[in-house]
C-alpha cells in the first residue's frame, strides 16, 4: 500500500515557477514509477510527466517539455515537478500517482496504469 500526498500549489504570476512535492508512505516506493497528471477545470485529467524507478527514465508531455522537470529522491520517497516558465494554461489540479508496471512514451498516458494517486494540489497562473 502506498499513500501519496501531493503540496507545493498555488498562485503564481505567468512566467513565476512553483515546485511540486508528492510524499509517499510505504518502503517499497523506489519500486514505483511516479507520474504526475493535471486537470483543468471543465478538462479530462492529462498527462504531465513520469519518472522511473530509479530516476534514469523521465517522460513529458509536448506541452511542458522544457518548462517541467521531474526528479525524485528515493532516500526522502518524494518526487518532485519543478515548473519554470508558467502559463495561464497550466493552472489546473495536479495529482501525483504511482505504478509499479512498465511503460515508455505515450504508454504512460494511460491512467489505468496506476494504483495509487494524491488528492491532488491547486495550481493557479494568472496573467
Known amino acids: 500500500q502506498v499513500q501519496l500526498v501531493e503540496s507545493g500549489g498555488g498562485l503564481v504570476q505567468a512566467g513565476g515557477s512553483l515546485r511540486l512535492s508528492c510524499a509517499a508512505s510505504?518502503?517499497?516506493?523506489?519500486?514505483?514509477?511516479v507520474a504526475w497528471f493535471r486537470q483543468a477545470p471543465g478538462k479530462e485529467r492529462v498527462f504531465v510527466a513520469l519518472?522511473?524507478?530509479?530516476?534514469?527514465?523521465?517522460y513529458y508531455a509536448d506541452s511542458v517539455k522544457g518548462r517541467f522537470t521531474i526528479s525524485r529522491d528515493n532516500a526522502k520517497n518524494t518526487v518532485y515537478l519543478q515548473m519554470n516558465s508558467l502559463k495561464p494554461e497550466d493552472t489546473a489540479v495536479y495529482y501525483c500517482?504511482?505504478?509499479?508496471?512498465?511503460?515508455?512514451?505515450?504508454?504512460?498516458?494511460?491512467?489505468?496504469?496506476?494504483?495509487?494517486w494524491g488528492q491532488g494540489t491547486q495550481v493557479t497562473v494568472s496573467s
Open positions: 519518472i522511473g524507478w530509479t530516476g534514469s527514465r523521465k
Open positions: 500517482a504511482a505504478s509499479r508496471k512498465y511503460c515508455s512514451d505515450y504508454g504512460c498516458y494511460d491512467e489505468k496504469l496506476y494504483d495509487y
Open positions: 510505504g518502503r517499497t516506493f523506489s519500486s514505483y514509477a
